[in-house]
């Protein structure tokens, strides 16, 4: 059963440098999130997409882009990584965006130097 | 103010114990109510929704006070495995995905 995978799990990275955390469901969920954690901040939506093709931005949108090419992927891109992009990113899907039962991948930690 | 609100705690307690935990939003017009749980290091995860007449699961009993917008979840007969971040999650508009509440902290000792 793999639900949602989120890759790497784990990355250090240079300040400038371009990152993709990668996230796939299995589920044939309709919509999926991307959310970060910080300490003392708690999760906050970064970007959303209702369904395939389609994106929104959240909270925090600036300095990431999504895309959604098909129901089972949804990368998430930081261009030019900055120190304050250090987090713990959660993908996150759902059969649809008003359904409240999210599930969630494990979590990529990223470490931006 | 903050969309969704929590006490953060942290929430000591002994096995046991009755605990309660309540988060406040901010939009009147919010459709749905859920708490999550999440473990140290892990992926949160649905614990229950919220429901207008309010609702239970087990030692679990989750209310909802639509005019004073505030949510509530108590927590009865307290086991060290309840010890964890209990977070408060909203819709705020239909349409738009969940916010989250910075969490509340419970730990249960014995």
């Known amino acids: 059963i793999a639900g949602i995978t989120q890759a790497p799990t784990s990355q250090i990275l240079a300040a400038g440098r371009r990152m993709t955390l990668r996230c796939t469901q299995d589920?044939?969920?309709?919509?999926m999130y991307w959310y970060r954690q910080d300490l003392g901040l708690g999760l906050r939506l970064i970007h959303y997409?209702?369904?395939?093709?389609?994106?929104g931005k959240g909270e925090v949108p600036d300095g990431y882009s999504v895309s959604r090419a098909n129901t089972d992927d949804f990368p998430l891109t930081l261009a030019s990584a900055v120190p304050s992009q250090t987090s713990v990113y959660f993908c996150?899907?759902?059969?649809?965006?008003?359904?409240?039962?999210?599930?969630f991948g494990e979590g990529s930690r990223l470490t931006v130097l | 103010r903050k969309e969704v609100e929590q006490d953060p705690g942290p929430f000591n307690v002994p096995e046991g114990a009755t605990v309660a935990f309540n988060c406040t939003y901010s939009?009147?017009?919010?459709?749905?109510f859920f708490w999550y749980r999440q473990d140290c290091r892990k992926e949160p995860k649905l614990l229950m929704s919220?429901?207008?007449s309010g609702n239970e699961d087990g030692r679990f009993t989750a209310q909802l006070n639509r005019a004073s917008q505030y949510i509530s979840l108590l927590i009865r007969d307290s086991k060290l495995s309840d010890s964890a971040t209990y977070l408060c999650?909203?819709?705020?508009?239909?349409?738009?995905?969940?916010?989250f509440g910075k969490g509340t902290t419970l730990s249960v000792s014995s």
């Open positions: 919220v429901y207008s």
């Open positions: 996150a899907s759902s059969r649809g965006v008003d359904t409240g039962e999210l599930f």
């Open positions: 939009n009147s017009a919010s459709q749905s």
């Open positions: 589920m044939r969920h309709n919509a």
């Open positions: 999650v909203v819709n705020i508009r239909a349409g738009t995905a969940l916010i």
């Open positions: 997409s209702n369904t395939a093709g389609t994106t």
